[in-house]
């Protein structure tokens, strides 16, 4: 992980910050920000890294901008066996068959933890193929983080 997080803020004078049940507020000479922050949110792609560090093997790509992901299958047990990158999947380009050949991952972990109106399409790209989803309901909204198989051996 980045050791970006580890560095403090600097808080300008006349900026007050409190953090207070999950909410986080900050108040200064230009107004007032607030923002919840719940872990649930990041359970679905938590499990999905879990689940893809305990039982896959190979280059695993990810959507996952939280790099909750990363976590689970970079740092969290080292494993030569295990290894992912973030990849942009929201892009009609980057999930063809020819695009998704050229970085030849074994499988993807697709979440929509950014975007709750996303839907990965998986019947229209039959070189792809579920394994597993985790799905969540977090405060009314849908969470989902999918894994699933690159076939490498597809024939158009």
Avoid: C
Avoid at 91 to 104: D, G, P, R, V, Y
Avoid at 106 to 130: A, F, Q, V, W
Wanted: proline share 3%; no cysteine; net charge neutral.
């Amino acid at each position: 992980m980045s050791r970006l997080g580890k560095k403090p803020i600097a808080i300008p004078k006349g900026v007050d910050v409190k953090f207070e049940k999950g909410r986080l507020t900050v108040n200064g000479p230009l107004g007032e920000l607030s923002r919840d922050f719940k872990d649930d949110i990041f359970i679905s792609v938590k499990n999905a890294g879990d689940y893809a560090q305990k039982n896959l093997q190979g280059l695993i790509i990810y959507n996952d901008i939280s790099s909750v992901s990363d976590w689970y299958i970079n740092q969290k047990v080292k494993d030569d066996n295990v290894w992912g990158y973030y990849y942009n999947t929201e892009s009609k380009k980057t999930m063809t068959f020819e695009a998704l050949q050229e970085i030849n991952p074994d499988y993807l972990i697709i979440t929509n933890e950014h975007n709750t109106t996303m839907e990965l399409d998986i019947e229209k790209r039959p070189y792809l193929s579920e394994i597993k989803e985790f799905r969540y309901n977090v405060n009314g909204k849908e969470f989902f983080a999918k894994v699933v198989k690159f076939n490498k051996e597809f024939d158009k």
